[in-house]
T-cell receptor, first 115, second 116 residues
Protein backbone atom coordinates (compact mmCIF):
# COMPACT_ATOMS: atom_id res chain seq x y z
CA UNK A 1 0.00 0.00 0.00
CA UNK A 2 1.20 3.49 -0.79
CA UNK A 3 2.40 5.13 2.37
CA UNK A 4 2.72 8.64 1.01
CA UNK A 5 0.40 9.92 -1.70
CA UNK A 6 0.87 13.12 -3.64
CA UNK A 7 -1.97 13.41 -6.13
CA UNK A 8 -0.78 16.49 -7.99
CA UNK A 9 1.95 15.59 -10.50
CA UNK A 10 2.20 19.21 -11.63
CA UNK A 11 0.93 22.64 -10.69
CA UNK A 12 1.15 26.08 -12.28
CA UNK A 13 0.73 29.07 -10.00
CA UNK A 14 0.91 32.79 -10.62
CA UNK A 15 3.75 34.57 -8.87
CA UNK A 16 2.82 36.07 -5.46
CA UNK A 17 -0.15 33.75 -5.04
CA UNK A 18 -0.33 31.17 -2.28
CA UNK A 19 -0.12 27.50 -3.23
CA UNK A 20 -1.11 24.32 -1.44
CA UNK A 21 0.61 21.04 -2.24
CA UNK A 22 -1.33 17.99 -1.13
CA UNK A 23 0.03 15.03 0.79
CA UNK A 24 -1.79 12.17 2.44
CA UNK A 25 -0.16 9.36 4.35
CA UNK A 26 -0.93 5.95 5.71
CA UNK A 27 0.45 4.51 8.92
CA UNK A 28 -0.75 2.54 11.91
CA UNK A 29 2.00 3.86 14.15
CA UNK A 30 0.91 6.57 16.59
CA UNK A 31 4.37 8.12 16.46
CA UNK A 32 5.69 9.44 13.15
CA UNK A 33 7.17 12.48 11.48
CA UNK A 34 6.24 14.21 8.27
CA UNK A 35 8.67 16.14 6.10
CA UNK A 36 8.61 18.31 3.03
CA UNK A 37 11.61 18.64 0.75
CA UNK A 38 12.23 20.83 -2.28
CA UNK A 39 14.30 19.54 -5.17
CA UNK A 40 15.37 22.16 -7.73
CA UNK A 41 16.59 21.14 -11.16
CA UNK A 42 20.13 20.94 -9.78
CA UNK A 43 19.06 17.86 -7.82
CA UNK A 44 19.83 18.60 -4.21
CA UNK A 45 17.14 17.90 -1.64
CA UNK A 46 16.38 20.93 0.49
CA UNK A 47 14.61 20.40 3.80
CA UNK A 48 11.65 22.74 4.20
CA UNK A 49 9.56 21.79 7.18
CA UNK A 50 8.84 19.05 9.72
CA UNK A 51 5.73 18.03 11.64
CA UNK A 52 5.71 15.48 14.42
CA UNK A 53 2.59 13.42 14.97
CA UNK A 54 2.28 14.65 18.54
CA UNK A 55 2.86 18.29 17.73
CA UNK A 56 -0.18 20.29 18.79
CA UNK A 57 0.38 23.15 16.41
CA UNK A 58 0.96 23.24 12.69
CA UNK A 59 4.61 23.74 11.79
CA UNK A 60 5.69 26.98 10.16
CA UNK A 61 9.02 28.04 8.64
CA UNK A 62 9.01 31.45 7.04
CA UNK A 63 6.77 31.29 3.96
CA UNK A 64 6.17 27.58 4.47
CA UNK A 65 3.49 26.15 6.69
CA UNK A 66 2.19 22.64 7.09
CA UNK A 67 -1.55 22.11 7.31
CA UNK A 68 -1.61 19.01 9.50
CA UNK A 69 -4.96 17.24 9.77
CA UNK A 70 -4.23 14.12 11.75
CA UNK A 71 -7.67 12.54 11.57
CA UNK A 72 -7.62 12.83 7.79
CA UNK A 73 -3.96 11.76 7.62
CA UNK A 74 -3.20 14.82 5.62
CA UNK A 75 -0.07 17.02 5.69
CA UNK A 76 -0.39 19.66 3.03
CA UNK A 77 2.37 22.20 2.40
CA UNK A 78 1.30 25.80 2.01
CA UNK A 79 3.65 28.29 0.38
CA UNK A 80 2.59 31.88 0.83
CA UNK A 81 3.45 34.65 -1.63
CA UNK A 82 5.07 32.34 -4.16
CA UNK A 83 8.27 33.40 -5.90
CA UNK A 84 9.86 32.36 -9.19
CA UNK A 85 12.55 30.57 -7.20
CA UNK A 86 9.91 28.27 -5.74
CA UNK A 87 9.68 26.44 -9.06
CA UNK A 88 10.92 22.92 -8.28
CA UNK A 89 9.84 19.40 -7.40
CA UNK A 90 8.35 19.05 -3.93
CA UNK A 91 8.37 15.78 -2.04
CA UNK A 92 6.41 14.79 1.02
CA UNK A 93 8.05 12.13 3.19
CA UNK A 94 7.29 10.20 6.36
CA UNK A 95 9.39 8.61 9.03
CA UNK A 96 7.78 6.09 11.37
CA UNK A 97 8.96 5.67 14.94
CA UNK A 98 10.49 4.23 16.98
CA UNK A 99 13.69 2.80 15.64
CA UNK A 100 12.84 3.07 11.97
CA UNK A 101 15.26 5.55 10.52
CA UNK A 102 14.19 5.61 6.94
CA UNK A 103 12.16 8.16 5.07
CA UNK A 104 9.46 7.06 2.66
CA UNK A 105 8.87 9.58 -0.09
CA UNK A 106 5.84 10.41 -2.18
CA UNK A 107 6.00 10.71 -5.95
CA UNK A 108 6.39 14.46 -5.85
CA UNK A 109 4.67 17.52 -7.29
CA UNK A 110 6.33 19.71 -9.89
CA UNK A 111 5.52 23.31 -9.07
CA UNK A 112 5.99 25.97 -11.72
CA UNK A 113 5.60 29.62 -10.79
CA UNK A 114 4.45 31.82 -13.65
CA UNK A 115 5.64 35.45 -13.72
CA UNK B 1 23.24 24.07 8.97
CA UNK B 2 24.80 20.64 8.54
CA UNK B 3 26.51 20.07 5.20
CA UNK B 4 26.80 16.81 3.31
CA UNK B 5 28.98 16.52 0.23
CA UNK B 6 29.15 13.89 -2.47
CA UNK B 7 31.92 13.08 -4.88
CA UNK B 8 31.86 12.90 -7.80
CA UNK B 9 28.88 15.00 -8.79
CA UNK B 10 28.65 13.13 -12.07
CA UNK B 11 30.42 10.17 -13.60
CA UNK B 12 30.33 8.31 -16.88
CA UNK B 13 31.68 4.80 -16.95
CA UNK B 14 31.75 1.86 -19.28
CA UNK B 15 29.61 -1.19 -18.76
CA UNK B 16 31.34 -3.76 -16.58
CA UNK B 17 33.46 -1.34 -14.58
CA UNK B 18 32.97 -0.34 -10.95
CA UNK B 19 32.29 3.14 -9.65
CA UNK B 20 32.75 4.47 -6.13
CA UNK B 21 30.68 7.36 -4.81
CA UNK B 22 31.67 9.13 -1.60
CA UNK B 23 29.35 10.79 0.88
CA UNK B 24 30.86 13.02 3.56
CA UNK B 25 29.38 14.92 6.45
CA UNK B 26 31.51 18.05 6.57
CA UNK B 27 30.69 19.70 9.88
CA UNK B 28 29.13 16.96 11.95
CA UNK B 29 29.53 13.30 12.76
CA UNK B 30 26.97 10.98 11.26
CA UNK B 31 26.49 7.58 12.83
CA UNK B 32 23.86 6.80 10.20
CA UNK B 33 23.88 7.60 6.52
CA UNK B 34 21.35 6.65 3.88
CA UNK B 35 21.70 5.92 0.18
CA UNK B 36 18.87 6.70 -2.20
CA UNK B 37 18.38 6.18 -5.89
CA UNK B 38 16.26 8.39 -8.10
CA UNK B 39 15.29 7.63 -11.68
CA UNK B 40 14.34 10.53 -13.97
CA UNK B 41 11.05 12.14 -13.01
CA UNK B 42 10.57 9.69 -10.17
CA UNK B 43 10.78 9.74 -6.42
CA UNK B 44 13.66 8.78 -4.16
CA UNK B 45 13.89 5.13 -3.26
CA UNK B 46 15.92 4.11 -0.25
CA UNK B 47 18.58 1.57 -1.15
CA UNK B 48 20.29 1.02 2.17
CA UNK B 49 21.01 2.36 5.62
CA UNK B 50 24.67 2.66 6.48
CA UNK B 51 25.83 2.55 10.09
CA UNK B 52 29.36 3.41 11.11
CA UNK B 53 31.36 0.34 11.99
CA UNK B 54 28.73 -2.21 11.01
CA UNK B 55 27.21 -3.76 7.93
CA UNK B 56 24.71 -1.82 5.92
CA UNK B 57 21.04 -2.72 5.98
CA UNK B 58 19.70 -3.10 2.47
CA UNK B 59 16.13 -2.58 1.37
CA UNK B 60 14.24 -5.42 -0.21
CA UNK B 61 15.17 -5.91 -3.83
CA UNK B 62 18.54 -4.15 -3.61
CA UNK B 63 21.48 -6.40 -4.46
CA UNK B 64 24.04 -6.00 -1.70
CA UNK B 65 26.77 -7.66 -3.77
CA UNK B 66 26.23 -5.15 -6.52
CA UNK B 67 25.88 -2.03 -4.39
CA UNK B 68 28.66 -2.24 -1.81
CA UNK B 69 28.35 0.19 1.06
CA UNK B 70 31.12 0.99 3.51
CA UNK B 71 30.78 3.37 6.44
CA UNK B 72 34.36 3.42 7.66
CA UNK B 73 34.21 6.58 9.75
CA UNK B 74 31.71 8.93 11.32
CA UNK B 75 32.07 11.34 8.41
CA UNK B 76 32.38 9.07 5.37
CA UNK B 77 30.23 6.48 3.67
CA UNK B 78 30.94 5.05 0.23
CA UNK B 79 28.72 3.36 -2.32
CA UNK B 80 30.44 1.20 -4.92
CA UNK B 81 28.44 0.11 -7.93
CA UNK B 82 30.17 -3.05 -9.07
CA UNK B 83 30.09 -4.32 -12.64
CA UNK B 84 27.90 -1.44 -13.66
CA UNK B 85 25.35 -1.84 -16.44
CA UNK B 86 23.31 0.76 -18.32
CA UNK B 87 20.29 0.03 -16.13
CA UNK B 88 22.32 1.24 -13.13
CA UNK B 89 22.37 4.72 -14.65
CA UNK B 90 20.59 6.91 -12.15
CA UNK B 91 20.88 9.76 -9.68
CA UNK B 92 22.32 8.55 -6.38
CA UNK B 93 21.77 10.69 -3.30
CA UNK B 94 23.08 10.19 0.20
CA UNK B 95 21.80 11.69 3.40
CA UNK B 96 23.05 11.80 6.95
CA UNK B 97 21.43 12.10 10.33
CA UNK B 98 23.07 14.28 12.91
CA UNK B 99 22.33 12.05 15.87
CA UNK B 100 19.80 9.79 17.58
CA UNK B 101 17.83 12.75 18.88
CA UNK B 102 17.63 14.50 15.54
CA UNK B 103 14.72 14.00 13.20
CA UNK B 104 16.30 15.76 10.28
CA UNK B 105 18.24 14.19 7.46
CA UNK B 106 20.65 16.36 5.52
CA UNK B 107 21.04 15.42 1.89
CA UNK B 108 24.07 15.54 -0.33
CA UNK B 109 23.89 17.17 -3.75
CA UNK B 110 23.67 13.82 -5.54
CA UNK B 111 25.78 11.93 -8.06
CA UNK B 112 24.58 11.35 -11.58
CA UNK B 113 25.87 8.03 -12.89
CA UNK B 114 25.73 7.21 -16.58
CA UNK B 115 26.83 3.76 -17.69
CA UNK B 116 27.56 3.42 -21.40
Amino acid sequence: AQKITQTQPGMFVQEKEAVTLDCTYDTSDPSYGLFWYKQPSSGEMIFLIYQGSYDQQNATEGRYSLNFQKARKSANLVISASQLGDSAMYFCAMREYPGNEKLTFGTGTRLTIIP
Amino acid sequence: GAVVSQHPSWVICKSGTSVKIECRSLDFQATTMFWYRQFPKQSLMLMATSNEGSKATYEQGVEKDKFLINHASLTLSTLTVTSAHPEDSSFYICSARVGPGSYEQYFGPGTRLTVT
